[in-house]
């Protein structure tokens, strides 16, 4: 729970949304620039990693994230397939680009592709938050 | 609407399900996981009739034309594939309930066992070599964390072992793929395969299917590549080590090859007869090391482990013989042996559940007690030491059909004299577990959910073997007939892509 000194907790407080900001426009701009929602996905994980070494953590607070970030996982995993799923129920084929692509270049455009970044970033930035949790916090989670 | 694609997806999403029904309700997750593998036993059971209709069914993901996208390629063979999975797959799942239960985490379990059989239907109907890594890659990795899922130091070190053998395959597999690319530009194995029908088979392409033979013989645990298997199949829960001997080794391992071989670089034994007898060499090898070794076994389930990599010989010395009789055999083998080893795999499962132990040393007097684990022993070993009716003489018999026709009566009187083997490694079990008397008389039966998952597949194996005429018209001989069309997979999977596009 102690965490590190006061200068490392304030500095992770200023950058911290700077970097998540940084992760959601990597994962939103996924198929206009280099990038996309695994790339995204690290950073956003990043975050929470930097929270969790500058400020510490309880047993119980460890136990709730690692709940909370598998259930964001499954979501994510299931939010991608589910989109190529609609793609076999709506038109007959799986993962099919069904939405109209838009212009070249706009942020909306490329049809299905930034739905299919938003659940990849989901899926592995809470899949890489808990692997960390799994190395931080393994005798915890170990009990259940 | 297509179905090929259910046949990973719907596996796939109920293992990211099971994590959020997993913190509702234990059973939910049981009963989800064991409707949808029986859901996939009916849709593989409609795969077959559809493969009676047209021989090669094509599904283009995301409608993207082949070379550029990524294909389904769904003929007989891969029927058959899937529809073995699905059985072994169903039955072991059944079998889990009880088995499981005094495990922690147990929907971690479904989980995994939910995605090994996603990467396994994949690899049974992709037509894309990245694509099928990467199926393999899902269904190893699975594998790993499964064995390794008892977390006991026994388990663990079985679990790295399996890893880093299994991780040198997979990585030499994807160092193929990565030097064939280069070479053909392309990753669709119609597409290769007409870019070696073009090209011939020139040194550079010896050199990458020695290195597929390589990476496959580890996953199929083949004899110079097979220390992990009596290591890690035994580790692993029961209903694991009977997916994992009775179907996984046979789609990670001798579908592959058998795929690649005939389909992809269109060997026969006319063209490539030093390949062939390679292929009986490895095989016999496999037969008579593991055979030995197992007699020696004083564990239920490592006995077991190394009678599936004996086992497996057959399977490719039937792909080695090369002609119709040949591969048919092989073809019956897989089903035969994934019914009979998954089968013995279960009974071994159901005596660790009630005596505690594996050694057969300290295991005597269960043939009285647990009656229907015996019978359903005794069974799956008859099958597999190759006696009619059941399915596993069948098998052996068109094998050595295969060997008579293909003018090798020597191997012939080989495959027969090593079944001895098998009769006597099975004996040992049977003699000192179910025949003997002993102070394990007055356990109780198998759980009823347990005896359910055997007798149902005592009973697929009676049918198979009762019924082998039908099956040899209907699944059995065309998945022969797909794997010998050799090079005219190429010019299926193009034509119906021209008809459809």
């Known amino acids: 729970m102690k965490g590190m000194s006061l200068i490392v907790k304030t500095i992770t407080n200023i950058v911290i949304g700077f970097i998540f900001l940084y992760g959601l426009y990597i994962i939103l701009h996924g198929h206009l620039t280099p990038g996309g929602g695994f790339a995204g996905g690290v950073i956003i994980a990043g975050v929470f990693v930097l929270k969790y070494l500058a400020y510490g953590s309880s047993k119980a607070g460890e136990k709730k994230s690692s709940i909370i970030s598998s259930v964001f996982e499954s979501v994510g995993a299931l939010l991608f ?8 129920l709506l038109t007959g084929v799986f993962f099919l680009n069904f939405i109209p692509r838009g212009t070249p270049l706009h942020l909306l455009s490329a049809g299905i592709i930034p739905l299919c970044n938003i659940a990849i970033g989901i899926k592995v930035g809470a899949g890489l938050f808990s692997i960390f949790l799994a190395l931080a916090a393994f005798k915890y989670i170990m009990e259940d | 609407m297509s179905i090929i694609p259910l046949y990973f997806t719907i596996p796939l999403i109920t293992a990211f399900i099971i994590p959020l029904l997993g913190k509702i309700s234990k059973s939910l997750v049981w009963i989800v996981t064991t409707i949808v593998s029986f859901a996939l036993f009916i849709l593989a059971l409609y795969g077959v009739t559809l493969t009676q209709e047209t021989s090669m069914i094509v599904y283009k993901m995301g409608n993207w034309p082949p070379p550029l996208g990524i294909v389904m390629a769904f003929d007989s063979f891969s029927a058959l594939m899937v529809l073995v999975i699905s059985i072994i797959v169903f039955t072991g799942c ?56 008892g977390v006991d130091a026994e388990e663990l070190e079985a679990s790295f072992k399996y890893m880093v053998m299994g991780e040198i395959g997979g990585l030499t597999f994807l160092l193929a793929i990565a030097l064939l690319y280069a070479r053909t530009s392309t990753l669709n194995l119609a597409d290769i395969s007409n870019t070696i029908q073009g090209n011939g088979m020139n040194s550079f392409f010896w050199m990458i299917l020695g290195m597929l033979l390589f990476a496959f013989s580890i996953k199929a645990a083949l004899v110079p590549f097979h220390t992990w298997l009596p290591d890690a199949h035994p580790a692993a829960p029961a209903p694991v080590s009977s997916l994992l001997s009775g179907i996984f080794i046979k789609v990670l391992g001798i579908y592959t090859t058998a795929r690649i071989v005939y389909n992809i670089f269109g060997l026969t034994r006319a063209n490539a007869p030093t390949f062939f007898n390679l292929l009986i060499g490895l095989g016999l090898l496999s037969i008579a090391w593991a055979g030995l070794t197992a007699l020696k076994q004083k564990d239920y389930k490592r006995l077991l482990g190394y009678s599936t990599v004996s086992q497996i010989g057959y399977i490719m010395i039937g792909f080695g013989i090369g002609n119709y009789y040949g591969v048919a055999g092989a073809v019956f083998y897989i089903l035969a042996h994934a019914l009979g080893k998954g089968l013995l795999f279960l009974t071994s499962g159901a005596v660790v559940h009630r005596a505690g132990t594996r050694e057969l040393d300290k295991l005597a007097g269960l043939g009285e007690s647990m009656s229907t684990t015996a019978w359903s022993f005794r069974f799956g070993a008859l099958s597999l030491i190759g006696l009619p009716p059941l399915v596993g003489f069948f098998a052996k018999l068109f094998i050595v059909l295969g060997a008579i026709k293909a003018g090798l009566l020597w191997l012939a009187i080989i495959a027969i004299g090593l079944s001895v083997l098998t009769l006597a490694y099975l004996l040992k079990i049977e003699n000192n577990v179910f025949m003997k008397k002993g102070k394990m008389a007055g356990l109780k039966k198998a759980p009823f959910t347990m005896r359910i998952a055997m007798v149902f597949l005592v009973i697929v194996m009676l049918l198979t073997g ?36």
């Open chain 2, 94 to 149: 059944f079998f889990s309930l009880r088995y499981i239960a005094h495990y922690t985490g147990q929907w971690k379990f479904y989980t995994l066992y939910m995605l090994i059989t996603a990467g396994m239907m994949g690899i049974a109907i992709t037509g894309d070599l990245f694509n099928m890594f990467v199926f393999l890659e899902i269904a190893a990795i699975s594998s790993y964390c499964l064995v390794a899922f």
């Open chain 2, 466 to 501: 009762l019924g082998f005429q039908t099956l040899m018209n209907f699944i059995v001989g065309p998945a022969a007939h797909a794997l010998l069309r050799g090079f005219e997979y190429a010019q299926l999977v193009f034509g119906s892509f021209a008809l459809n596009f």
């Open chain 1, 81 to 88: 397939v589910g989109i190529a799923l609609l793609g076999l």
